[in-house]
């Protein structure tokens, strides 16, 4: 069981909701994607950490074969190359490395060399196994990040796994439900939040994923988010009243099932209801 967490923005409780769900699982694994600000691992304090460096390959130019065409720099979509005083300057924050300058270059001047874009660490928390990705600043991409983070997942894994992907619907969050088998919309009770909502919405639908909203922070009264799922047909997999015992835990940095019985328990027929709806979907589609 992959389940992927989103939401339209940051700050709406989706690492609130996948931190949660997977320490209710007991034995889980939970894979931070939000490369850009991971955070879950701020709940989890994992231990015995293992740090892998997550390179990509950026062109290098010799200057003793290069004739000065340009060829290279007309190729490149993602403006990462220029001729500059008879030289080729290679601008490695932008370039998205996908090697095209190096097949097209006439003098085969262009070979590669790899760079750190980031890293990724893996821990234990408990019972649940902790996976962060950490994009360094000002890289173009964490894409190549998060292909590692998932990368095993793709394999058998008996374990259920939490996706805690990047907030909005960029590609990089297309990337962390790539291989999800259901997803999860986290959303807000606001007409900003419906907008968010929205924009998840459609990115699962383009996906052709099975998925269910959790509305967080509900107050009594109209809740333009949960006005939004029924008009839409989304199945709503439950509502996280606001509380400020619960905001002020996961401020705290802590994990609330872990905390306060109360929360266990809130959270684990939460887990059940995603179970039994992700279960539902697995056969829906075995007799499709
Ligand atoms: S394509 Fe090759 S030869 Fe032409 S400018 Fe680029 S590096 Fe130089
Ligand atoms: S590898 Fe691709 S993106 Fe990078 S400089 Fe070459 S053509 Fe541009």
Sequence with gaps: MRIAVLSGKGGTGKTLVSVNLAAASGKALYIDCDVEEPNGHLFFKPKNI?????????????????SGCR????????????????????????????????LICPQKAITEREKSIGKIQKGVSGQVAVRTGVLN???ATGIPIIKRLLFEIKSENKLPVFIDCPP???????????DADYCILVAEPTLFGVHNLSMVHELVKLFHKPYGAILNKC??????????????????????????????????????????????????????????????????????
């Design 50 to 66: 293992q740090k892998e460096e997550i390179t990509v390959p950026i062109p290098k130019i010799d200057p003793t074969l290069c």
């Design 71 to 102: 060829a290279c720099v007309d190729f490149c979509k993602f403006n990462a190359l220029a001729y500059v005083r008879d030289n080729v300057i290679v601008f490695e924050e932008v370039c998205h490395s996908c090697g095209g300058c190096m």
């Design 137 to 139: 600043t000002g890289e």
């Design 168 to 178: 909005g619907s960029a590609c990089i969050v297309m990337e962390s439900i790539k």
């Design 219 to 288: 107050l009594d009264g109209e809740n333009p988010s949960e006005t939004f799922c029924e008009e839409q047909g989304i199945p709503i997999l439950g509502r996280i009243p606001f509380d400020v015992e619960l905001g002020a835990l996961n401020s705290n940095a802590k994990i609330a099932a872990w905390e306060e019985g109360k929360y266990w328990v809130a959270f684990s027929y939460l887990l059940e209801a995603v179970t039994k709806e992700v279960r539902r979907e697995a056969t829906a589609y075995s007799q499709r």
